[in-house]
T-cell receptor, first 113, second 112 residues
Framework: KAGVTQTPRYLIKTRGQQVTLSCSPISGHRSVSWYQQTPGQGLQFLFEYFSETQRNKGNFPGRFSGRQFSNSRSEMNVSTLELGDSALYLC????????????FGPGTRLTVL | QKEVEQDPGPLSVPEGAIVSLNCTYS??????FMWYRQYSRKGPELLMY????GNKEDGRFTAQVDKSSKYISLFIRDSQPSDSATYLC????????????FGTGTRLTIIP
């Protein structure tokens, strides 16, 4: 069974640009969550999507947005990039039930110059 | 103050030693407790999860939760060089449906 895949694996952008990251969940999983991982703050929850609807949202500015498609694939967009947005962006998928485990992808390493 | 505190290490121990990793938390609503292992350039991998207080054992790994003290631990017995990784504790008040709150991670190195 294929795991969670994320593309691209590495990205370099400059301040002010925007970026779109993609996540393909495990087959049959309907929930996708996004996290930002930095050395100082660790893993921080961005948002969760379930059946194309955002169900939970963390404390990030509106520059961070996401969406989910009918095939459960998800994209995350960051507009007007800042230096502090440099991080590893992880997505995790799960079936969507109350006690389901989250399975993480390898992440997208974003560097903002 | 962060909701979940974790000693960042780094922690280095000789092969075969018992490793103890710990987290404290402040949110009384947390009911589900997890430990993830993250190798360099990889995503976190779930090792253990427990509900409420108590112990859970899986092979060389034992997870303990003490809700009265708001303290959780992960013990690794007979540590191996392949256990070298960053270990992250994570918590949720409503498992799965709610966001996971992570500790910052402890970097562990097992010295052969």
């Amino acid at each position: 069974k294929a795991g969670v895949t994320q593309t691209p694996r590495y990205l370099i952008k400059t301040r002010g640009q925007q970026v779109t990251l993609s996540c393909s969940p495990i087959s049959g999983h309907r929930s996708v969550s996004w996290y930002q991982q930095t050395p100082g703050q660790g893993l921080q929850f961005l948002f969760e999507y379930f059946s194309e609807t955002q169900r939970n949202k963390g404390n990030f500015p509106g520059r961070f947005s996401g969406r989910q498609f009918s095939n459960s694939r998800s994209e995350m967009n960051v507009s007007t990039l800042e230096l502090g947005d440099s991080a590893l962006y992880l997505c995790a998928s799960r079936r969507g039930g109350q006690t389901d485990t989250q399975y993480f992808g390898p992440g997208t390493r974003l560097t903002v110059l | 103050q962060k909701e979940v505190e974790q000693d960042p290490g780094p922690l280095s121990v000789p092969e075969g030693a018992i490793v103890s990793l710990n987290c404290t938390y402040s949110n009384s609503a947390f009911q589900y407790f997890m430990w993830y292992r993250q190798y360099s350039r990889k995503g976190p991998e779930l090792l253990m999860y427990t509900y409420s207080s108590g112990n859970k054992e899986d092979g060389r790994f034992t997870a303990q939760v003490d809700k009265s003290s708001k303290y959780i631990s992960l013990f690794i017995r007979d540590s191996q060089p392949s256990d070298s990784a960053t270990y992250l504790c994570a918590m949720a008040s409503n498992f799965g449906n709610e966001k996971l709150t992570f500790g910052t991670g402890t970097r562990l190195t097992i010295i052969p």
